[in-house]
Protein backbone atom coordinates (compact mmCIF):
# COMPACT_ATOMS: atom_id res chain seq x y z
CA UNK A 1 0.00 0.00 0.00
CA UNK A 2 1.70 3.35 -1.07
CA UNK A 3 1.67 6.06 1.37
CA UNK A 4 1.70 10.22 0.02
CA UNK A 5 4.41 11.77 1.66
CA UNK A 6 4.01 15.67 2.78
CA UNK A 7 7.27 17.83 3.56
CA UNK A 8 7.17 20.42 6.15
CA UNK A 9 10.21 22.37 7.19
CA UNK A 10 10.10 25.05 9.47
CA UNK A 11 13.11 27.65 9.20
CA UNK A 12 14.42 29.65 12.35
CA UNK A 13 16.68 32.44 11.94
CA UNK A 14 19.43 32.77 15.03
CA UNK A 15 22.11 35.38 15.57
CA UNK A 16 24.57 32.68 14.14
CA UNK A 17 23.07 30.15 12.17
CA UNK A 18 19.77 28.98 9.87
CA UNK A 19 18.52 26.08 10.14
CA UNK A 20 15.33 24.20 7.96
CA UNK A 21 14.19 20.98 9.31
CA UNK A 22 12.55 19.70 6.66
CA UNK A 23 9.96 16.25 8.10
CA UNK A 24 8.42 14.30 5.87
CA UNK A 25 5.42 12.98 7.31
CA UNK A 26 2.81 10.44 6.96
CA UNK A 27 0.53 8.21 9.04
CA UNK A 28 3.54 5.45 9.23
CA UNK A 29 7.01 7.40 9.81
CA UNK A 30 9.08 10.41 9.85
CA UNK A 31 12.59 11.43 8.54
CA UNK A 32 13.67 14.34 9.71
CA UNK A 33 16.73 16.20 8.20
CA UNK A 34 18.72 19.79 8.54
CA UNK A 35 19.83 22.21 5.42
CA UNK A 36 21.53 25.14 6.52
CA UNK A 37 20.82 28.31 4.72
CA UNK A 38 23.09 30.89 2.99
CA UNK A 39 23.94 33.65 4.84
CA UNK A 40 22.22 36.24 3.36
CA UNK A 41 19.21 34.86 5.02
CA UNK A 42 21.08 36.42 8.82
CA UNK A 43 20.04 38.99 10.62
CA UNK A 44 20.93 40.21 13.56
CA UNK A 45 17.31 42.14 13.87
CA UNK A 46 15.13 39.52 12.18
CA UNK A 47 13.08 36.39 12.88
CA UNK A 48 11.63 34.35 10.51
CA UNK A 49 9.12 31.56 9.68
CA UNK A 50 9.53 30.07 6.58
CA UNK A 51 7.17 27.35 5.98
CA UNK A 52 7.42 24.68 2.93
CA UNK A 53 4.10 23.23 1.60
CA UNK A 54 3.98 19.97 -0.24
CA UNK A 55 7.36 21.32 -1.63
CA UNK A 56 5.43 23.55 -4.37
CA UNK A 57 4.95 26.84 -2.44
CA UNK A 58 6.70 29.15 -0.18
CA UNK A 59 5.23 31.69 2.21
CA UNK A 60 7.40 33.39 5.29
CA UNK A 61 6.23 35.40 8.22
CA UNK A 62 8.64 38.42 9.49
CA UNK A 63 8.70 39.66 12.82
CA UNK A 64 11.06 42.46 13.63
CA UNK A 65 11.80 44.80 16.75
CA UNK A 66 11.70 47.59 14.72
CA UNK A 67 9.48 48.96 11.87
CA UNK A 68 11.88 48.53 9.17
CA UNK A 69 13.58 45.05 8.70
CA UNK A 70 17.18 43.90 8.10
CA UNK A 71 18.40 45.04 4.45
CA UNK A 72 20.50 41.68 4.88
CA UNK A 73 17.72 39.68 3.87
CA UNK A 74 17.42 37.88 0.24
CA UNK A 75 16.29 34.12 0.19
CA UNK A 76 17.99 32.45 -2.53
CA UNK A 77 15.96 31.43 -5.29
CA UNK A 78 16.80 28.10 -4.96
CA UNK A 79 14.93 28.48 -1.27
CA UNK A 80 11.73 28.34 -3.32
CA UNK A 81 10.57 24.72 -4.59
CA UNK A 82 7.92 26.04 -6.73
CA UNK A 83 10.79 27.62 -8.92
CA UNK A 84 11.17 24.40 -10.61
CA UNK A 85 7.95 23.05 -11.13
CA UNK A 86 4.39 23.53 -11.80
CA UNK A 87 0.94 22.40 -10.40
CA UNK A 88 -0.20 18.78 -11.32
CA UNK A 89 -3.88 18.35 -12.31
CA UNK A 90 -5.37 15.30 -10.80
CA UNK A 91 -8.15 14.34 -12.74
CA UNK A 92 -7.46 10.86 -14.87
CA UNK A 93 -4.51 12.49 -16.75
CA UNK A 94 -6.44 14.43 -19.02
CA UNK A 95 -4.20 17.17 -20.35
CA UNK A 96 -4.69 20.88 -20.68
CA UNK A 97 -5.07 22.47 -24.38
CA UNK A 98 -3.35 25.66 -23.56
CA UNK A 99 -0.45 24.01 -22.05
CA UNK A 100 0.87 22.21 -24.97
CA UNK A 101 2.68 23.66 -27.97
CA UNK A 102 1.48 22.78 -31.43
CA UNK A 103 4.48 20.11 -31.91
CA UNK A 104 2.70 18.58 -28.13
CA UNK A 105 -0.72 18.93 -29.70
CA UNK A 106 0.09 17.16 -32.87
CA UNK A 107 1.97 14.49 -31.10
CA UNK A 108 -1.42 13.98 -28.59
CA UNK A 109 -4.40 13.99 -31.29
CA UNK A 110 -2.09 11.23 -33.31
CA UNK A 111 -1.48 9.01 -30.36
CA UNK A 112 -5.25 8.88 -30.10
CA UNK A 113 -5.67 8.01 -34.16
CA UNK A 114 -6.19 11.05 -35.82
CA UNK A 115 -4.28 13.07 -38.64
CA UNK A 116 -2.17 15.53 -38.07
CA UNK A 117 -3.87 17.81 -40.28
CA UNK A 118 -7.11 17.64 -37.36
CA UNK A 119 -4.82 19.07 -34.98
CA UNK A 120 -3.98 22.14 -36.75
CA UNK A 121 -7.94 22.33 -36.75
CA UNK A 122 -7.88 22.38 -33.07
CA UNK A 123 -5.40 24.48 -32.73
CA UNK A 124 -6.72 27.60 -34.90
CA UNK A 125 -10.17 26.74 -33.14
CA UNK A 126 -8.07 27.45 -29.92
CA UNK A 127 -6.50 30.43 -30.47
CA UNK A 128 -7.54 31.52 -34.34
CA UNK A 129 -9.76 33.47 -36.10
CA UNK A 130 -12.04 34.91 -33.30
CA UNK A 131 -13.31 31.72 -31.75
CA UNK A 132 -11.30 31.26 -29.13
CA UNK A 133 -12.85 27.98 -28.44
CA UNK A 134 -13.87 27.17 -24.29
CA UNK A 135 -15.58 23.66 -24.14
CA UNK A 136 -16.16 20.91 -26.81
CA UNK A 137 -19.11 22.89 -28.48
CA UNK A 138 -17.39 25.54 -29.67
CA UNK A 139 -14.93 23.24 -31.76
CA UNK A 140 -17.22 24.11 -34.98
CA UNK A 141 -16.14 21.99 -37.92
CA UNK A 142 -14.74 19.31 -35.93
CA UNK A 143 -14.96 15.91 -36.85
CA UNK A 144 -17.56 14.09 -34.00
CA UNK A 145 -15.29 11.10 -32.46
CA UNK A 146 -12.35 13.60 -32.44
CA UNK A 147 -14.63 16.34 -30.20
CA UNK A 148 -15.78 13.18 -28.43
CA UNK A 149 -11.73 11.99 -28.01
CA UNK A 150 -11.16 15.69 -26.59
CA UNK A 151 -13.54 15.42 -23.96
CA UNK A 152 -12.61 12.57 -22.54
CA UNK A 153 -9.57 13.24 -22.63
CA UNK A 154 -8.63 17.05 -22.42
CA UNK A 155 -9.50 20.23 -20.17
CA UNK A 156 -9.76 23.61 -22.21
CA UNK A 157 -8.66 25.96 -19.25
CA UNK A 158 -6.93 26.17 -16.28
CA UNK A 159 -8.94 29.68 -14.98
CA UNK A 160 -11.61 30.24 -14.26
CA UNK A 161 -12.65 34.11 -14.62
CA UNK A 162 -13.81 35.83 -11.54
CA UNK A 163 -14.35 39.74 -12.38
CA UNK A 164 -13.34 42.52 -14.28
CA UNK A 165 -12.55 46.08 -12.99
CA UNK A 166 -12.76 49.21 -15.27
CA UNK A 167 -10.36 51.78 -14.41
CA UNK A 168 -11.45 55.54 -15.59
CA UNK A 169 -8.78 55.78 -18.15
CA UNK A 170 -10.38 52.81 -19.71
CA UNK A 171 -7.47 50.15 -18.44
CA UNK A 172 -9.15 46.65 -17.07
CA UNK A 173 -8.34 44.60 -15.09
CA UNK A 174 -8.96 40.45 -15.00
CA UNK A 175 -9.44 38.71 -11.80
CA UNK A 176 -9.06 34.83 -12.42
CA UNK A 177 -9.56 31.56 -9.69
CA UNK A 178 -6.53 29.16 -10.15
CA UNK A 179 -8.03 25.58 -9.30
CA UNK A 180 -6.48 25.56 -6.05
CA UNK A 181 -8.26 28.72 -5.05
CA UNK A 182 -5.35 31.12 -5.64
CA UNK A 183 -6.29 34.53 -7.23
CA UNK A 184 -4.26 36.47 -10.28
CA UNK A 185 -4.56 39.52 -12.44
CA UNK A 186 -4.39 39.82 -15.80
CA UNK A 187 -4.67 43.60 -17.21
CA UNK A 188 -5.80 44.85 -20.34
CA UNK A 189 -4.51 48.19 -21.34
CA UNK A 190 -6.02 50.25 -24.51
CA UNK A 191 -3.98 53.11 -26.69
CA UNK A 192 -5.68 55.79 -28.80
CA UNK A 193 -2.69 54.88 -30.86
CA UNK A 194 -4.63 51.15 -32.47
CA UNK A 195 -2.03 49.13 -30.20
CA UNK A 196 -3.77 47.56 -26.85
CA UNK A 197 -1.75 45.40 -24.39
CA UNK A 198 -2.70 42.71 -22.72
CA UNK A 199 0.05 42.61 -19.40
CA UNK A 200 0.04 38.80 -18.19
CA UNK A 201 1.23 37.29 -15.08
CA UNK A 202 3.71 34.68 -14.22
CA UNK A 203 3.50 33.60 -10.74
CA UNK A 204 1.33 34.12 -8.20
CA UNK A 205 2.65 36.46 -5.63
CA UNK A 206 6.60 37.26 -6.25
CA UNK A 207 9.52 36.08 -4.34
CA UNK A 208 11.90 39.00 -5.44
CA UNK A 209 10.50 41.70 -2.59
CA UNK A 210 11.04 44.48 -4.74
CA UNK A 211 9.96 47.70 -2.32
CA UNK A 212 7.92 49.97 -4.68
CA UNK A 213 6.02 47.04 -5.79
CA UNK A 214 2.88 46.03 -4.24
CA UNK A 215 3.26 42.48 -5.64
CA UNK A 216 6.35 41.79 -4.12
CA UNK A 217 4.48 42.47 -0.72
CA UNK A 218 2.84 39.12 -1.04
CA UNK A 219 6.00 36.77 -0.97
CA UNK A 220 5.96 33.72 -3.71
CA UNK A 221 2.78 31.45 -3.26
CA UNK A 222 3.50 29.36 -6.85
CA UNK A 223 4.37 29.34 -10.28
CA UNK A 224 1.88 29.69 -12.89
CA UNK A 225 1.90 26.23 -15.35
CA UNK A 226 2.36 27.29 -18.85
CA UNK A 227 -1.56 26.71 -20.01
CA UNK A 228 -2.82 29.47 -16.53
CA UNK A 229 -0.11 31.73 -18.31
CA UNK A 230 -1.16 31.73 -22.04
CA UNK A 231 -5.30 31.41 -21.20
CA UNK A 232 -4.89 35.17 -19.55
CA UNK A 233 -3.87 36.44 -23.13
CA UNK A 234 -6.53 34.22 -25.20
CA UNK A 235 -9.29 35.38 -22.40
CA UNK A 236 -8.34 39.01 -22.80
CA UNK A 237 -8.69 38.76 -26.60
CA UNK A 238 -12.88 36.78 -25.83
CA UNK A 239 -13.49 38.67 -23.09
CA UNK A 240 -13.02 41.87 -24.55
CA UNK A 241 -11.41 42.46 -28.20
CA UNK A 242 -15.41 43.11 -29.13
CA UNK A 243 -14.88 46.80 -27.04
CA UNK A 244 -10.93 47.46 -26.85
CA UNK A 245 -11.13 46.31 -30.17
CA UNK A 246 -7.70 43.82 -31.57
CA UNK A 247 -4.86 42.94 -29.00
CA UNK A 248 -1.78 43.75 -30.57
CA UNK A 249 0.86 43.53 -27.39
CA UNK A 250 1.44 41.16 -24.89
CA UNK A 251 3.69 41.94 -22.16
CA UNK A 252 4.98 39.51 -19.12
CA UNK A 253 4.92 42.17 -16.17
CA UNK A 254 2.15 41.15 -14.23
CA UNK A 255 2.36 39.40 -11.17
CA UNK A 256 6.03 37.46 -10.38
CA UNK A 257 8.77 37.61 -12.15
CA UNK A 258 9.14 35.44 -15.09
CA UNK A 259 12.37 34.41 -15.34
CA UNK A 260 11.90 32.95 -12.20
CA UNK A 261 9.79 30.51 -13.98
CA UNK A 262 11.56 30.46 -17.26
CA UNK A 263 10.76 26.78 -18.53
CA UNK A 264 6.64 27.82 -18.46
CA UNK A 265 7.23 31.41 -19.67
CA UNK A 266 9.27 30.52 -22.46
CA UNK A 267 6.88 27.99 -23.80
CA UNK A 268 4.08 30.02 -23.16
CA UNK A 269 5.79 32.94 -25.10
CA UNK A 270 6.28 30.57 -27.58
CA UNK A 271 2.37 29.69 -27.87
CA UNK A 272 1.10 33.56 -28.19
CA UNK A 273 4.05 33.42 -31.54
CA UNK A 274 3.02 30.64 -33.29
CA UNK A 275 1.87 32.01 -36.62
CA UNK A 276 -0.98 29.60 -36.22
CA UNK A 277 -2.25 30.40 -33.16
CA UNK A 278 -2.65 33.79 -31.61
CA UNK A 279 0.42 35.49 -33.67
CA UNK A 280 1.34 37.77 -31.88
CA UNK A 281 4.66 39.45 -33.45
CA UNK A 282 7.89 38.21 -31.07
CA UNK A 283 8.82 42.21 -31.02
CA UNK A 284 5.42 42.74 -29.68
CA UNK A 285 6.24 40.17 -26.79
CA UNK A 286 8.11 41.75 -24.26
CA UNK A 287 9.37 39.82 -21.23
CA UNK A 288 10.30 41.23 -18.03
CA UNK A 289 12.85 40.67 -15.39
CA UNK A 290 14.36 41.99 -12.59
CA UNK A 291 18.04 41.03 -13.49
CA UNK A 292 18.30 36.90 -12.92
CA UNK A 293 21.48 36.40 -14.80
CA UNK A 294 21.80 32.85 -15.65
CA UNK A 295 17.65 32.80 -17.10
CA UNK A 296 18.69 36.38 -18.92
CA UNK A 297 21.33 34.41 -21.06
CA UNK A 298 18.77 31.25 -21.37
CA UNK A 299 16.18 33.76 -22.85
CA UNK A 300 18.45 35.52 -25.61
CA UNK A 301 19.41 31.89 -26.56
CA UNK A 302 16.33 30.12 -26.67
CA UNK A 303 13.42 33.23 -27.70
CA UNK A 304 12.93 35.87 -30.19
CA UNK A 305 10.82 37.72 -28.12
CA UNK A 306 11.55 41.33 -26.79
CA UNK A 307 13.33 41.65 -23.67
CA UNK A 308 13.12 44.29 -20.72
CA UNK A 309 14.87 44.42 -18.04
CA UNK A 310 13.59 46.36 -14.41
CA UNK A 311 16.50 48.73 -14.09
CA UNK A 312 15.65 51.37 -11.80
CA UNK A 313 18.90 52.39 -9.97
CA UNK A 314 22.72 53.81 -10.83
CA UNK A 315 24.53 52.65 -8.11
CA UNK A 316 24.51 49.16 -6.16
CA UNK A 317 23.85 50.79 -2.96
CA UNK A 318 20.43 51.85 -4.25
CA UNK A 319 19.90 48.81 -5.75
CA UNK A 320 20.60 46.64 -3.19
CA UNK A 321 17.77 47.91 -0.92
CA UNK A 322 14.97 48.68 -3.27
CA UNK A 323 15.88 45.69 -5.73
CA UNK A 324 17.43 43.09 -3.52
CA UNK A 325 17.91 40.35 -6.30
CA UNK A 326 21.10 43.03 -7.00
CA UNK A 327 23.14 41.37 -4.06
CA UNK A 328 23.09 37.83 -6.00
CA UNK A 329 23.29 39.87 -9.51
CA UNK A 330 25.25 43.01 -9.10
CA UNK A 331 24.89 46.27 -11.53
CA UNK A 332 28.30 45.47 -13.69
CA UNK A 333 27.53 41.80 -14.18
CA UNK A 334 23.53 42.41 -15.44
CA UNK A 335 24.81 44.95 -17.73
CA UNK A 336 28.17 43.29 -18.91
CA UNK A 337 25.81 39.93 -19.56
CA UNK A 338 23.71 42.55 -21.86
CA UNK A 339 26.57 44.00 -23.92
CA UNK A 340 27.55 40.49 -24.51
CA UNK A 341 24.44 38.66 -24.92
CA UNK A 342 23.59 41.34 -27.37
CA UNK A 343 26.73 42.09 -29.58
CA UNK A 344 25.38 39.28 -31.93
CA UNK A 345 21.82 40.04 -32.04
CA UNK A 346 20.64 42.19 -35.05
CA UNK A 347 18.26 45.07 -34.76
CA UNK A 348 17.80 43.83 -31.16
CA UNK A 349 17.86 46.14 -28.27
CA UNK A 350 16.53 45.63 -24.47
CA UNK A 351 13.97 47.94 -22.64
CA UNK A 352 15.06 49.51 -19.53
CA UNK A 353 12.32 50.11 -17.18
CA UNK A 354 13.22 52.64 -14.46
CA UNK A 355 10.48 53.15 -12.17
CA UNK A 356 11.34 56.88 -10.49
CA UNK A 357 11.13 57.66 -6.76
CA UNK A 358 11.35 61.10 -5.52
CA UNK A 359 14.53 61.32 -3.98
CA UNK A 360 15.80 57.41 -4.31
CA UNK A 361 17.04 57.54 -8.12
CA UNK A 362 15.19 60.79 -9.76
CA UNK A 363 18.51 63.29 -9.48
CA UNK A 364 20.70 64.74 -12.34
CA UNK A 365 23.29 62.95 -11.06
CA UNK A 366 21.20 59.43 -11.45
CA UNK A 367 20.55 60.75 -14.81
CA UNK A 368 24.07 60.89 -16.10
CA UNK A 369 24.84 57.86 -14.35
CA UNK A 370 22.29 56.09 -16.20
CA UNK A 371 23.90 57.33 -19.69
CA UNK A 372 27.01 55.89 -18.92
CA UNK A 373 25.69 52.68 -17.61
CA UNK A 374 23.94 51.87 -21.06
CA UNK A 375 26.78 52.67 -23.11
CA UNK A 376 27.39 50.17 -25.56
CA UNK A 377 23.99 48.19 -25.18
CA UNK A 378 21.11 48.67 -28.08
CA UNK A 379 18.60 49.96 -25.79
CA UNK A 380 15.50 52.17 -25.16
CA UNK A 381 15.12 53.54 -21.79
CA UNK A 382 11.22 53.85 -20.09
CA UNK A 383 10.61 56.46 -17.04
CA UNK A 384 8.07 55.19 -15.46
CA UNK A 385 5.78 56.79 -12.86
CA UNK A 386 5.62 55.14 -9.62
CA UNK A 387 2.03 54.22 -8.80
CA UNK A 388 1.40 54.54 -4.95
CA UNK A 389 -0.28 51.83 -2.96
CA UNK A 390 -1.00 50.69 0.75
CA UNK A 391 1.94 51.03 3.11
CA UNK A 392 4.06 52.21 0.47
CA UNK A 393 7.48 54.36 1.95
CA UNK A 394 8.12 56.13 -1.85
CA UNK A 395 6.20 59.01 -3.82
CA UNK A 396 6.55 60.04 -7.19
CA UNK A 397 8.95 61.96 -8.97
CA UNK A 398 6.89 65.32 -10.50
CA UNK A 399 6.30 65.36 -13.56
CA UNK A 400 8.83 68.37 -14.35
CA UNK A 401 11.34 66.91 -12.59
CA UNK A 402 10.55 63.45 -15.09
CA UNK A 403 10.80 65.89 -17.76
CA UNK A 404 14.26 67.26 -16.96
CA UNK A 405 15.72 63.48 -16.57
CA UNK A 406 14.56 62.77 -19.95
CA UNK A 407 16.07 65.16 -21.24
CA UNK A 408 19.46 64.88 -20.14
CA UNK A 409 19.48 61.12 -20.93
CA UNK A 410 18.00 62.37 -24.71
CA UNK A 411 21.10 64.88 -24.76
CA UNK A 412 23.41 61.95 -23.87
CA UNK A 413 22.56 59.87 -27.28
CA UNK A 414 19.28 57.53 -25.21
CA UNK A 415 16.05 57.12 -26.63
CA UNK A 416 13.96 57.72 -23.96
CA UNK A 417 10.01 57.15 -23.69
CA UNK A 418 7.91 58.26 -20.59
CA UNK A 419 5.43 55.54 -19.07
CA UNK A 420 2.35 57.99 -16.81
CA UNK A 421 0.16 55.85 -14.59
CA UNK A 422 -2.83 53.72 -16.39
CA UNK A 423 -5.87 52.09 -13.98
CA UNK A 424 -4.39 53.35 -10.80
CA UNK A 425 -7.96 53.81 -9.37
CA UNK A 426 -7.99 50.49 -9.74
CA UNK A 427 -5.12 48.94 -8.35
CA UNK A 428 -4.29 48.33 -12.19
CA UNK A 429 -1.41 50.14 -12.67
CA UNK A 430 2.65 49.10 -12.68
CA UNK A 431 3.45 47.31 -9.46
CA UNK A 432 -0.08 47.44 -7.73
CA UNK A 433 -1.02 43.85 -8.59
CA UNK A 434 -1.98 41.43 -5.90
CA UNK A 435 -3.42 40.83 -2.82
CA UNK A 436 -1.34 40.93 0.61
CA UNK A 437 -2.41 38.38 3.20
CA UNK A 438 -1.78 38.71 6.69
CA UNK A 439 1.70 37.43 5.80
CA UNK A 440 4.30 39.63 3.60
CA UNK A 441 7.64 40.00 2.88
CA UNK A 442 10.19 41.84 4.55
CA UNK A 443 10.79 45.81 4.40
CA UNK A 444 14.07 46.47 3.77
CA UNK A 445 16.36 48.80 6.01
CA UNK A 446 15.95 52.24 4.15
CA UNK A 447 20.01 53.81 3.62
CA UNK A 448 20.53 56.46 6.30
CA UNK A 449 20.68 59.20 2.91
CA UNK A 450 17.57 58.35 1.72
CA UNK A 451 15.58 58.19 4.94
CA UNK A 452 14.37 62.24 4.68
CA UNK A 453 13.36 62.04 1.40
CA UNK A 454 10.99 59.09 2.88
CA UNK A 455 10.01 60.68 5.54
CA UNK A 456 8.13 63.47 2.87
CA UNK A 457 5.72 60.30 1.77
CA UNK A 458 4.36 59.49 5.24
Partial sequence: MSTTMRRLGIITLTNSAAVVTPSLLSSTAAFPGTLTLPSPLLSDRLTNSILFHESRSLSFSCFSSSSSSSAAYLPSLEEYPSAKGSVKRDDNQKVVLKGMTYASLQEWVQSHGFRP?????????????????????????????????????????????????????????????????????????????????????????????CQFCYTGRMGLKRN???????????????????????????????????????????????????????????????????????????????????????????????????????????????????????????????LFEYVMLAGVNDSMDDARRLVELVQGIPCKINLIQFNPHSGSQFIQTEEDKMIKFRNVLAEGGCTVLMRFSRGNDQMAACGQLGMIGAVQAPVMRVPEQFRTALKASV
Avoid at 166 to 171: H, I, R
Avoid at 293 to 313: D, G, H, M, T, Y
Wanted: charged share 25%.
Fill in 117 to 209: GQALMLWKRLYKDNIWANNVDELEGLNKDLKRMISEHAEFGALSFKDIRSASDGTRKILFTLDDGLVIETVVIPCDRGRTTVCVSSQVGCAMN
Fill in 224 to 350: LTTAEIVEQAVYARRLLSHEVGSITNVVFMGMGEPFHNIDNVIKAANIMVDENGLHFSPRKVTVSTSGLVPQLKRFLRESNCALAVSLNATTDEVRNWIMPINRKYKLSLLLETLREGLSSRHKYKV
